[in-house]
């Protein structure tokens, strides 16, 4: 929204202005208004002295992500307002999700409609804890032991308990003194082998809502719109300390507000392992059925079901062009949701996670997918920077981490709604030319020849076609 808000105002050579600009700059800052005044959303000063509205920053030393986890034995339906107070909320055990998110809309009218800000409370599914139905009792002393020492050492450490108590006796035995010191040290030895086994380890399986999670709940959220339903693709700790990708389905409750109506936990049925950390799935729909693009290279794509979470491998493709950005310690890693063209194609963004930085970096991609299985990458862009200045380059320090989570197209109106995270502490939205956008993302063509043989072909956008301004004719699209 506040990209947006921005593309209507007359910039150091951003180019273009008039009416539309305005109305679409009224409209935003009291879209804004509205929604400080519903959320007590803060606005604050950047270093260039634009406003920039903080939308949600809950970001804290203590805890990850834009969200909030409410304790199981609170009744705080909102977060606080002070970031101090969010301390020891992470790790506590139990408890709901509330994410703020705020519903964007392409108007027929090239506008942008903002609504109010709202607080969506989730709860993770029951089947992200079952996997830990019996599990050594922490508060144990005797059970931490057994879980640090691993099983084989520790019916080792079990059998020579044994071994030297029997032997005690043994040697006891032999003794004709009437006190036999190794009887007392073998009957000790024994006594405490059996107190060590009938000590039971096992726990019940605890609930979701009672699980102590690392993490303060779910993350990395994208919403995916199919027939009257909204579908929300999201990470979450399970109880190993992993992360697995989890779907609600949204529901629009009488007074128009978005509530969870379930939620499950998507698995692959097929007998593909899944890794400790799973996220980063990027959803579509193809003839009504639900996919989604588990890996980019090899372009890895899923077909699942609309309930239950079950997946399985439906087409699997690789580029040797995209190999190379692994080579090159760069890591393609899915972004948002795909939008689908009036041809077919599909346009999403992705994430290239540069490994060579400590901290890593995050650069932004935009490629298309053919429009029929296999669904293969067709095409890319070099990395880019969402920015409302004229001109910036993708490493620029305020580009060293964006990470696109939302995507919508109109092509009558050749408008793009992204929706991005910067530096990991703010949400933002960048109204893009569509026309633009796509020439961009047309930058490395992966096309193949007579045998079957990949072949590339790169050819720089003409000039002038970029996000920023500088000569378009474009009107309110001429800045970011």
Known sequence: AEAARQAGEEGDGGGGGGSGEDGLRSELQAAEEAAAEAAGMATAKDDD?????LVYSVESAEGGGGEWLVPADSDAELPPTSRRSLRGAVGSAGGRSLVGFLRMQLAPDA??????????RLEPPESLCGSCAARPEPDSALCRAQVSLGPRLWWSGMLLLFLCGTGQLYRGQKRRRKFRPPVVRGLL???GLVLLL???CDVPQRSCSEW???????????????GSDVYLFSNHEDCHGGRRVVVSRLRQTEGGQLEQAVAWQLSLEDGMPLRPTEKNWSPFVHAGELHLSYSLEPHVVLRCGWSGGGCAVAHNTSSPFLQTYRALGQELRGGSPYAELRDGRRLAAAHVKDDAHEPALYGTVFYL????PPFRIVSLSPKLCISDREVEIAISARCALQY???????EATNAALVSFGELDVRMKGA????DRLLALAETHRLESDEHGDETTSSECAAEGVGLGGGGSDHGLYSRA
């Open 49 to 53: 002295d634009d406003d920039e509205l």
């Open 111 to 120: 506008s942008v409609g903002v609504e109010a800000a709202q607080w969506l």
């Open 189 to 191: 030895l024994l006594l």
């Open 198 to 200: 009938i000590e039971r």
């Open 212 to 226: 102590p999670f690392l993490y303060a709940g779910f993350e990395d959220s994208r919403a995916l719109a199919h």
């Open 369 to 372: 997918l053919e429009a029929e």
């Open 404 to 410: 696109v989570t939302g995507l919508v197209v109109n």
């Open 431 to 434: 109204f893009l030319p569509l």
